[in-house]
């Protein structure tokens, strides 16, 4: 079955204590990315891949980071996770941008 | 960066009443998709349109690609309460700086009563 898998799907942990969010995805797809939600500001992209080893900042990528050393996993990594990155994280794939995107179930962080 | 204002936020309809959702930019798209989210899903693709002016349907859902490629609307027909759910329009950029980014509006929730 074609999907787009994240883990944990909830997640709560205590100020600057790192964190790691996987995301894995089996289509084979060349275009990845992580969004966060948050209400009245829809998604956000925070970072994207256009392929392995290319990685490119979103709207807002302070505090985060990623690394695609694989086609098929982009991990979301928080060094130093802070109160105002508690939020809902989603994964996506495509084969390229503007390409049907699949999303994964979500992520709920919650930094104490 | 490039900005997506989607209108309304919210918006309380009865079953059977048309409605329109716009999401509007000063910046130019190479595409632009609609996406339906329900409560704890992910968000699911709906159309994706990109040449300026293109129509396209999907059922009671109607979706139009501004001329210029700066706007888009989702027209939904005589609404069912099976509509109800946030609706995201999303604007990909295909060159220059911001190559490869992927711009969300802040999201419509529908609601639509029996």
């Known amino acids: 079955e074609a999907q787009v898998t994240q883990n944990p799907r909830y997640l709560i942990t205590v100020t600057g204590k790192k964190l790691t969010v996987t995301c894995s995805q089996n289509?084979?797809?060349?275009?990845m990315s992580w969004y966060r939600q948050d209400p009245g500001l829809g998604l956000r992209q925070i970072y994207y891949?256009?392929?392995?080893?290319?990685?490119d900042k979103g709207d807002v990528p302070e505090g985060y980071k990623v690394s695609r050393k694989e086609k098929r996993n982009f991990p979301l990594i928080l060094e130093s996770p802070s109160p105002n990155q508690t939020s809902l994280y989603f994964c996506?794939?495509?084969?390229?941008?503007?390409?049907?995107?699949?999303f994964g179930a979500g992520t709920r962080l919650s930094v104490l | 960066t490039q900005l997506l204002e989607q209108s309304p936020q919210f918006l309380s309809i009865q079953e059977g009443e048309n409605l329109t959702v716009y999401c509007n930019s000063s910046s130019v798209f190479s595409s632009l998709q609609w996406y339906r989210q329900e409560p704890g899903e992910g968000p699911v693709l709906l159309v994706t349109?990109?040449?300026?002016?293109e129509v396209k349907k999907l059922k009671r859902l109607t979706f139009q690609f501004g001329d210029a490629r700066k706007d888009s609307s989702l027209h939904i027909t005589a609404a069912q309460p099976g509509d109800t759910g946030l609706y995201l329009c999303?604007?990909?950029?295909?060159?220059?700086?911001?190559?490869?980014?992927?711009?969300f509006g802040q999201g419509t929730i529908l609601t639509v009563h029996p």
């Open positions: 999303a604007g990909a950029v295909k060159g220059g700086t911001s190559y490869g980014k992927l711009t």
């Open positions: 891949s256009m392929n392995v080893e290319v990685t």
């Open positions: 289509m084979n797809h060349e275009y």
């Open positions: 349109v990109v040449t300026g002016g």
């Open positions: 996506a794939s495509s084969f390229y941008l503007g390409n049907i995107q699949y």
